[in-house]
């Protein structure tokens, strides 16, 4: 388990696959393309909180939400399997990508949600589940969005106190890898299926949510 939860290099990764995974285009709850790209105004961000399964059902509930889909990103393997994930043999996290419409839902708001709902202290871990794929992240698509971010983990961090410190990874995105039509939207198909969503719970104040 120690070593699943160590960062490993590129000459050390998986090598994967020149083919993409073979993935069913259609959000089995709101049957919007999961590969399109965001039209005008609309933008898209990879957030990594543990299991991916929990965490995109989080994010497909909310309003001015247009798609979401779960993948793997932040390492080197190239169109990796889940169970190359897995190994730890990747570098890659669990991600959820989200496609939003920020006049409905601000980028501020969604990550709100993405501190709120998981620890972002534990490192490579969340909960239970022990490994680098479980790494809390951030994958961000402009300069707007990384800032952003900064300053939301800020605000995150003075509410935590020095007593608990942020290990999230925030940095631009790099590829991203559809995972296998299993898992998307998991828990859709899978009512009572692990959910692994927990918190901190500390909240943002009204003042700034």
């Known amino acids: 388990m120690l070593k699943k939860q160590t960062m490993i290099t590129a000459a050390e990764a ?5 083919t993409p995974l073979v993935v069913e285009d ?12 965001p039209l005008a105004g609309q933008q898209e961000i ?16 909310l309003d001015g939400v247009v798609s979401t889909s779960v993948g793997y990103a932040g390492g080197f393997t190239l169109n990796p399997t ?14 959820v990508r989200v496609v939003f419409d920020p006049q409905v839902i601000s980028l501020e708001a969604l990550l709100h949600h993405f ?20 790494r809390s992240v951030i994958y961000v698509y402009s300069d707007e969005q990384y800032q952003q971010a900064l300053t939301s983990k800020q605000q995150y961090q003075n509410l ?6 942020i290990t999230t990874e925030i940095l631009p995105a790099g590829d991203y890898y559809y ?3 299993y898992h998307q939207q998991y828990l859709a198909k899978n ?17 700034l949510a």
């Open 14 to 18: 998986l090598p994967g696959r020149v």
């Open 26 to 37: 259609t959000h089995f709850v709101n049957q919007s393309s999961l590969t399109a790209k």
């Open 46 to 61: 990879l957030l990594g909180m543990g299991c991916f399964w929990g965490a995109e059902r989080l994010f497909w509930q």
């Open 82 to 95: 889940y169970e190359e994930v897995c190994t730890g043999q990747t570098a890659h996290a669990e991600v």
């Open 115 to 134: 501190w709120e709902r998981h620890d972002p202290t534990q490192g490579m871990q969340q909960g239970n589940d022990l490994g680098t794929q479980y």
């Open 160 to 165: 935590l106190g020095a007593g608990k410190i």
């Open 179 to 181: 995972a296998e039509t």
């Open 191 to 207: 009512p009572e299926g692990y959910c692994g969503l927990g918190g901190t719970g500390v909240c943002f104040p009204p003042s």
